[in-house]
Structures are given as C-alpha cells and as structure tokens.
C-alpha cells in the first residue's frame, strides 16, 4: 500500500493456525463473519501484511497496513469512524487523500490474521465484518541465497496450514520482476523455466513473493463490498548469469 500511515504500536500475538478451533471471536480459528449494517456504504477494504525479514516465520516479523475505501450513492465518505479491531486491539484509521487517492488509513506493527471492520458515517454504518485472514506462510523452497538457474523449471513450496482464498507468486527483481501468476494455495507449485530473470552477463537477486488473500463480502454494505486480510512473505534468491537472456 503506498501514502502516509498513522503508526501505532500494538502487542504482537504469537502465531496460530487458521484451522484451529477457538472460544473468542478475534482468535485465529475463530472463522469470519459478515456481520450487518445499513446497506447504504460501499466499502472496500484490506488489512495487508509485509515481512520486515525475508522468510519471515513469526508474526512480529510483520507490519499490517489498512487501507479503506468508503462512498455513499457514489461520493466518497470522509467523515465518521472507520475502526479495525484485532487480538491486540482497535486503531482508528485515519481518513487521508495524496497521489495514491483518497481512503481510510492506518497501520500496526505484528500480523494478527483476524480483523473486524466497523464503520460509522452518521445513520450509515457497516459494522462487525470479520476476516479470518490465512496463517503465515514461509518458504521450504528455494531457500534464502540459493542459486538459481533460470533456464531449467523451479519447484517452489511453502508452509502453510490452511488453504487461503487466492495466492499469487511474484517475481521483484533488482532491475524489475517479471511477473506475476495466480497459483492454487497448495503448498507447492512447479515454475516454469525463465519466469525468473536472469542478467546475461553477472549474477542477479530476485525476489520470490508469494501473497496469499482470504475474503468476506459483507453483508450490511452495498453491492460490490469486499473485505480483505492479505499476507504476503517472500525470499531472496541469486539468479546465475545466462548468456541467452535479454
């Protein structure tokens, strides 16, 4: 997400499994729910986790970014509250307009994968949508630093403990990524040779970025509504040299 985040620090959790079962509504297992409202607002939201390291295995090795879109008969709301509450607790996001738009923003260190969004704009309201978001992932394959010969394909796996929603695998290179593929969440997906980049004459880092999504559509805002919980977790790899690359 780019703009300016209002930063706040919470407690990081430790990490759960998503499949797990639990007895409170902002534990990891505890599933999502659409919760209610007016039906009036047009919300669309993300709370979206970085890694601060490559291959990052604990949730205080994340920060979570939020980003909410808010209009009412097709004017942009800017005024009311807009909250995400978590295990380590509630941020009131902040409403900002700069190059990247105009939305509803805010940011906390740690990822603690079930997020409820609430909404207020005078007698308008979307309120206790719950995103049961995916459980972190982390590379087995390639490791971090490993060399890599793009001419020949490339199995990638990952942990994980529960299949999300949707994955995507991203290539981010020093000069550039090449692209980007929707992959099932399956563990392991088998990439193809040349989708990573390779320089013809030197060595050259890429980064694989693996991003995975689960959903909830809610069900007390207008038509087209999306909320989103987003992780994504990547590793650094070396990229021989191929004389045949471009």
Not at 14 to 26: D, E, G
Not at 63 to 86: E, Q
Not at 205 to 214: A, G, K, P, Q, S
Not at 220 to 235: C, F, P, Q, R, Y
Request: glycine share 10%; hydrophobic share 35%.
């Amino acid at each position: 997400m780019t703009g300016v985040f209002m930063k706040t620090t919470f407690i990081a959790c430790s990490c759960f499994v998503i499949a797990c079962s639990s007895n409170h509504p902002l534990d990891p297992g505890a599933g999502s729910d659409p919760g209610g409202g007016t039906q009036t607002l047009l919300v669309t939201g993300d709370a979206h986790a970085t890694p601060r390291i490559t291959n990052a295995t604990s949730d205080a090795d994340f920060d979570t970014d939020f980003s909410v879109d808010v209009s009412l008969a097709g004017a942009t709301v800017s005024t009311g509250t807009v909250t995400v509450t978590s295990s380590s607790g509630s941020i009131s996001l902040v409403f900002q307009t700069d190059q990247a738009g105009s939305s509803w923003r805010g940011t906390a260190s740690g990822y603690d994968e079930v997020y409820q969004l609430d909404v207020t704009s005078g007698p308008d309201t979307v309120t206790g949508v719950r995103v049961d978001g995916p459980d972190i992932h982390s590379f087995t394959a390639p490791l971090p630093g490993a060399n890599i010969d793009t001419t020949m394909p490339l199995t990638v796996t990952w942990d994980r403990a529960a299949e999300a929603h949707s994955a995507t695998l991203r290539t981010d290179g020093d000069n550039g990524g090449s692209g980007e593929l929707a992959i099932p969440d399956s563990g392991s997906y088998d990439m193809a040779a040349n989708f990573l980049r390779a320089d013809p004459q030197a060595v050259r880092t890429d980064m694989l970025r693996l991003v995975r999504e689960n959903e909830v559509t809610p069900a007390g805002a207008a038509a087209g509504s999306l909320v989103t919980v987003t992780i994504e977790n990547d590793v650094e790899v070396v990229a021989l040299a191929n004389p045949l690359s471009h």
